[in-house]
């Protein structure tokens, strides 16, 4: 069974960066397409960045384009880089895996395997 557990989130201060780390377990790591969901307060969930099983390819919700980079690496983790956040970046954001990369499950948010989430507050 494949397990995603996330670190890395805590409090800032608007324009300051935060780097969110999911380590990946329980399959073949390069047969997942890895990502990254967040939901605000009081707000549905969007994508925030996906990257496909070799990294070869980076897909990114219009939030965060510009700003956060998503890359993986050959020790099962995936890595998410936020730059110049600002308070609306404020949520959980969510690992989260699935062997699809192109289709519909990532912007349909349906990615069969999810991490607990971890939280980013961001003050302005």
């Known amino acids: 069974q494949v397990q995603l557990v996330e670190s890395g989130g805590g409090s800032v201060q608007a324009g300051e960066s935060v780097t969110l780390s999911c380590k990946f377990s329980g399959g073949a790591f390069n047969s997942y397409a890895l990502g990254w969901i967040r939901q605000a307060p009081g707000k549905e969930r969007e994508l925030v960045a996906v990257?496909?099983?070799?990294?070869?390819?980076t897909d990114y919700g219009d939030s965060a384009k510009g700003r956060f980079s998503i890359f993986r690496d050959d020790e099962s983790t995936v890595t998410l880089r936020m730059n110049n956040l600002t308070p609306e970046d404020t949520a959980v954001y969510y690992c989260?895996?699935?062997?699809?990369?192109?289709?519909?499950?990532?912007?349909?948010?349906?990615?069969?395997?999810w991490g607990q989430g971890t939280q980013v507050t961001v003050s302005s």
């Open positions: 990257i496909s099983w070799g990294g070869e390819s």
């Open positions: 989260a895996a699935d062997q699809a990369f192109y289709g519909s499950t990532w912007y349909t948010l349906t990615p069969k395997y």
